[in-house]
């Protein structure tokens, strides 16, 4: 990829990483509860960012081929895909987070250099070289991984992030998550699973034994 973008490839990685890292460790009930987007559970957000991914993933599929391509077909499309991803199980959900942001991490990797020139919109937005989508990508994974309300804030940003110059709205919707008051955050422990009675203890060494399902 162009070598002037590789250090913002980069650090979309690091800070995709850290994302996933948390994603994987939020218990279910966590995942359903509220975020701090109105409207939205956690699980909403996390399918947000997934079909984020996809939608610029075909966005530059597009510039690849010097062609304009919409994000998504419809708003209304946005929002179904949005919901549905949202219903997922959380490990089905977690693992689409995970391939969407190796999808569109491995079509940065391989765009033609002359691709990050071409002009692309997302949604309303004005056209834009497709090397802006790096900086919209970053700014979707540190904002909403903020929004989460899971411990990880503006305070945790790298220097890099929390100081870098962002064109509008990006920059008003960094200014935001400033501003939200710290939201302490300790996962709910697990359910442990129940002790076989004795003769539920019995029946499993029977049929471990006499090899049938356990």
């Known amino acids: 990829m162009d070598v002037v973008l590789r250090p913002l490839s980069d650090q979309l990685d690091l800070a995709t990483q850290r994302l996933l890292d948390a994603a994987r460790v939020i218990p279910e009930p966590d995942l359903r509860a509220p975020s701090r987007l ?16 996809d939608a610029m993933r075909g966005v530059l599929a597009g510039a690849r081929v010097q062609q304009s391509r919409p994000a998504y ?5 946005r929002e179904a895909a949005i919901e549905a991803s949202a219903a997922q199980t959380r490990q089905d959900l977690t693992t689409d987070l995970a391939d969407s942001a190796m999808a ?25 070289p497709a090397a802006g989508l790096l900086t919209r990508r970053l700014v979707e994974v540190e904002l909403h991984h903020c929004d989460l309300g899971i411990g990880y804030d503006a305070a945790s940003w790298p220097a890099s992030f929390a100081g870098a110059r962002l064109p509008e709205p990006m920059h008003s919707q960094r200014q935001e998550r400033l501003n939200y ?22 029946a499993m060494i029977l049929r471990s034994l006499s090899g049938g399902p356990g």
């Open 73 to 77: 077909a419809s708003a209304q499309a």
């Open 38 to 53: 109105p409207g939205w559970s956690r699980a909403h957000v996390l399918a947000h960012l997934a079909r984020g991914a």
């Open 104 to 128: 569109f991490r491995t079509i940065v990797r391989q765009l033609p250099d002359g691709a990050w020139s071409f002009l692309v919109r997302l949604g309303d937005s004005e056209p834009f």
């Open 181 to 202: 008051p710290p939201q302490p955050y300790q996962p709910r422990p697990a359910r442990p699973a129940a002790t076989p009675n004795p003769a539920q203890q019995r």
